[in-house]
């Protein structure tokens, strides 16, 4: 079982509870599809995806960057136990959606770096330590399905 200090619970819980969801899902999901392209082939469906600019401006990567972190929060809610949280979402990831699960990684560096360019001096090492830290949690616990 993970364990976490308070620093890091508090830090979690202030990243997340002071995000702006509207800018930052839809941030980090576009930012993975333009920097990783291969990330594309799972949203076959969401349209027009041709430049950056289509994938910034496609309503459907603004809806899921939102989903996205909406699962996320749901991990916040239950950071003692990360793994069953995710585990139906594992589950999702890999058996019906087929995600290479080397690109959840992936999605996680993006939202760290569009939080950082949001907490701008607040993201301190001890801070990028901490989200970090959550983020291999999520990440490895989505990976479960895989294993
Ligand atoms: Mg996934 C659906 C969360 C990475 C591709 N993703 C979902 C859903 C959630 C979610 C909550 C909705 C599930 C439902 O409808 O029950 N995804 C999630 C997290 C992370 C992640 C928390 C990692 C941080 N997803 C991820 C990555 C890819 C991907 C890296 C592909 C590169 N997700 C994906 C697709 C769907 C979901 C294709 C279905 C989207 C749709 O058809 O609406």
Known sequence: MVQWTDFERQT???IFGKM???DVG???LSRCLVVYPWTQ???GNF????NAAAILGNPNVAAHGKTVLQGLVRAVKNMDDIKATFAEL???HSEKLRVDPDNFRLLADCLTIVVASRMGSDFTADVQ???QKFLAVVVSSLCRQYH
Do not use: E, H, K, W
Request: glycine share 10%; aromatic share 22%; net charge negative.
């Open 47 to 50: 349209g027009n995806l041709y």
């Open 129 to 131: 330590g901490a989200f």
């Open 20 to 22: 702006d969801y509207d």
């Open 90 to 92: 594992s589950v999702l």
């Open 41 to 43: 082939r799972y949203f």
């Open 26 to 28: 839809p941030a980090a």
């Open 12 to 14: 979690i819980q202030n």
